[in-house]
């Protein structure tokens, strides 16, 4: 993804966020399991954090997550969607703002902790956001955050294509793209993090049929808002012949069907003179020769390989 990229429409992004703010609850499974994920490693660092944000907050699943870890002291919750602010103030009672992740209102090296549940897959420069993260963290300050990876949906996604294919001659795209794991360390390098470490890992969910897992997909704001998508809405026929698809290619042994969502957890640190540091070349202090019990061969001696023998 290149800084000038515009992949999403961010007001259709809004416009949904704030449609499901009411009824979230209903349909945050994801986001909770998530969010006790991120939570959990947060207990894994050895100090607290006294100030902190939540970017992207939804409904506040995240602060609930990390209340139990005492880890935090202030947190501030933001989410672009202004319904999704006023409700998760409400539930948690917390500080909120509407903040979008690409325009990010934060003084420069002000806060302690940044996290980021399930929300950063919708934004568009995803290396300018992840700068803006940067230099608003302390040195030393961490940033935690899950993100969808590119094997999330891919069950809908083929079955969508399959049977628009099929059905209509030619194929839209039905589900929005995704990081892919692969690329994220290196996201979080250019934008200027120490210490990254990116992994990723797989929640399956079971439906009944493929509508009832579109209907959950909806009331998390989480269906297709790629600026390329087709505006026309699915025909009848399609949506038929994929259930049909999808139930052959991708039932479990009770005739359910498997969606996958692969959560990829981004984990780096505003750089600090205090964090451990690669050492130069050529400062080893001990041979990689001595510990494999063989000879060292220095750069630009021939190896000596025994000479070939025939065999009679």
């Known amino acids: 993804m290149t800084d000038s990229m515009q992949v999403f429409d961010r007001g259709l992004v809004r416009v949904r966020r704030d449609r499901a703010a009411q009824t979230l609850a209903e349909a945050d499974f994801l986001l909770r399991e998530s969010a006790e994920r991120l939570a959990d490693r947060l207990l894994d660092v050895v100090r607290t954090f006294p100030l902190a944000l939540d970017l992207g907050c939804h409904t506040g699943q995240m602060a609930t997550a990390i209340q139990a870890t005492n880890k935090v002291g202030t947190l501030f919750q933001a989410d672009v969607s202004p319904a ?6 409400s539930i948690r009672a917390l500080p909120s703002l ?6 990010l209102p934060v003084k420069e ?35 935690l955050a899950a993100t969808f990876g590119g094997e999330t949906l891919k069950e809908l996604r083929a079955s969508l294509m399959e049977a628009e294919a099929e059905t209509a001659g030619g194929a839209a795209p039905r589900v929005s793209p995704f990081v892919d794991v692969r690329e994220a360390g290196n996201l979080l390098s250019r934008a200027g993090f120490a210490l990254p470490v990116v992994d ?30 087709s505006k026309k809405p699915v025909r009848r026929a399609t949506l038929m012949r994929a259930a049909e698809l999808y139930r052959e290619k991708f039932a479990d042994h009770r005739g359910r069907i498997v969606a996958s969502f692969q959560i990829v957890t981004l984990t780096a640190w505003a750089p600090h003179a205090s964090q451990q540091q690669p050492l130069r070349p050529g400062s080893a202090k001990a041979k990689l020769a001595d510990a494999l019990s063989t000879d060292e061969i220095l750069l630009g001696d021939k190896t000596p390989f025994p000479k070939e023998t025939k065999s009679s």
Not at 84 to 89: N, V
Request: proline share 3%; aromatic share 6%.
């Open 98 to 103: 509407c903040a979008d992740e690409e325009f």
């Open 109 to 143: 090296g002000s806060l302690d902790l940044v996290l980021s549940n399930l929300s950063l897959h919708w934004v568009n420069d995803l290396p300018g956001a992840l700068a803006q993260i940067r230099r608003s963290l302390k040195p030393d300050g961490l940033f």
């Open 200 to 229: 990723g890992e797989t929640i399956e969910v079971t439906y009944e049929n493929i509508f009832k897992l579109m209907a959950d997909l909806r009331a998390m704001a989480e269906t297709n808002a790629v600026l390329e998508r």
């Open 84 to 89: 999704m602010t006023r409700t998760a103030r």
